[in-house]
């Protein structure tokens, strides 16, 4: 089954710029919840840390704590909803491999998967 | 210093700690409930266009050095996440976070060095049952917390407190039963009080070399 995925890797400016995002990200993840389709999320690594301003780390780890929801909700039907964190120069192919990944219902549920290597010896939100 | 949500709950418990301490509190708060205070009160709804921008106002008004916000203001809209409504999405992201990102803006210039900021997210944003909007918009305070502390250092501190269950109005209104559920799971064995994150918020706020935290006050829910 097709995996609902959405992107919040670009930097966000303003406060309307992340609620429309946010507000978006619900909608998808409430149409894949009700088909029974996992949902995986894709956020910038920098902005789980704060690093690319405000507006940007709201929507990230907005969509961290929504997916952990979500996977909580989701548990009991084995539907699977994660977060992949990328850096700016994340090979595409990469991120689609573990969005595949992160779609088996017999793997992972509720976590974020960093594929980049700037969180070492960091904090995860 | 400026703490909202203040009227009731978690919000008035920390007006009142933090007076304890000598400081002149400006309480903001939707609703008039603010009256049987002793803070100063701003009546206001903080998502409205103006709302920040009034209680920016109040502080130039009193004319003290801002030392500390506390954004507190909170409500809850839950539903399972095939159920929610947008509507009820919007709602707590706008109050939530929207109006602790807005008045935060509108409040940097006011906040003195050394000054502090203390966001109340919740243990929701580790994830909670029925809880997607709150949890969403929770998880999106500690972005807030995170991006804020590497912005503001080293002159002003900021960090955020993961409440678990605290014995507010708000949970006291979930059923006894569920309630009764909820206790059970939580390795302390009991609720916690408004005073005990009255007192880590004011902790925080006492000069210190914490930034960009998020500390959880649960009872050890977290883990069991």
């Not at chain 2, 400026?2 to 509190?25: D, F, K, M, P, S």
């Not at chain 2, 998880?139 to 900021?158: H, I, S």
């Amino acid at each position: 089954m097709e995996t609902a995925v959405f992107y919040a890797t670009d930097t966000v400016d303003d406060w309307d710029a992340a609620r429309s995002l946010l507000l978006e990200a619900f909608r998808l993840s409430q149409e894949a919840a009700t088909a029974g389709r996992p949902i995986v999320y894709v956020v910038h690594g920098d902005d789980l840390l704060g690093r690319r301003g405000a507006p940007s780390a709201m929507v990230a780890t907005g969509l961290l704590s929504a997916a952990r929801t979500a996977a909580i909700e989701l548990a009991r039907s084995r539907v699977p909803a994660n977060v992949v964190a990328v850096a700016d120069d994340t090979d595409p192919s990469v991120v689609d491999r573990w969005v595949q990944h992160l779609s088996d219902r017999d793997g992972p549920t509720g976590e974020v998967v960093r594929l980049d290597a700037s969180h070492l010896g960091k904090a995860l939100p | 210093m400026v703490v909202t949500g203040a009227a009731r709950g978690i919000g008035r418990a920390i007006g009142e700690r933090l007076q304890t301490e000598g400081y002149t509190v400006i309480g903001v708060d939707i609703g008039d409930d603010l009256a049987d205070t002793t803070f100063e009160p701003v009546q206001v709804d903080l998502t409205s266009p103006d709302g920040p921008e009034t209680v920016a106002r109040a502080v130039d008004r009193l004319g003290f050095p801002l030392v500390a916000l506390v954004n507190n203001a909170g409500i809850t809209r839950d539903a399972r996440l095939v159920n929610l409504k947008e509507e009820d999405v919007a709602a707590v992201l706008d109050v939530n976070l929207g109006a602790a990102y807005r008045l935060t803006r509108a409040l940097l210039d006011r906040l003195v060095p050394g000054s502090s900021i203390v966001n109340l997210a919740s243990r929701a944003y580790l994830g909670n049952f029925g809880q997607f909007n709150y949890s969403m918009s929770k998880g999106g305070v500690v972005g807030l917390t995170k991006a804020l502390a590497l912005e503001l250092a080293p002159d002003v501190r900021v960090n955020a407190i993961a409440p678990g269950l605290i014995a507010t109005e708000m949970s006291m209104a979930i059923p006894a039963d569920i309630r009764q559920k909820m206790v059970d799971n939580i390795p302390l064995g009991r609720m916690g009080e408004p005073a005990e994150v009255a007192d880590l918020v004011a902790w925080l706020i006492h000069p210190g070399y914490i930034t960009g935290e998020v500390l959880v006050i649960g009872g050890g829910r977290s883990l069991a």
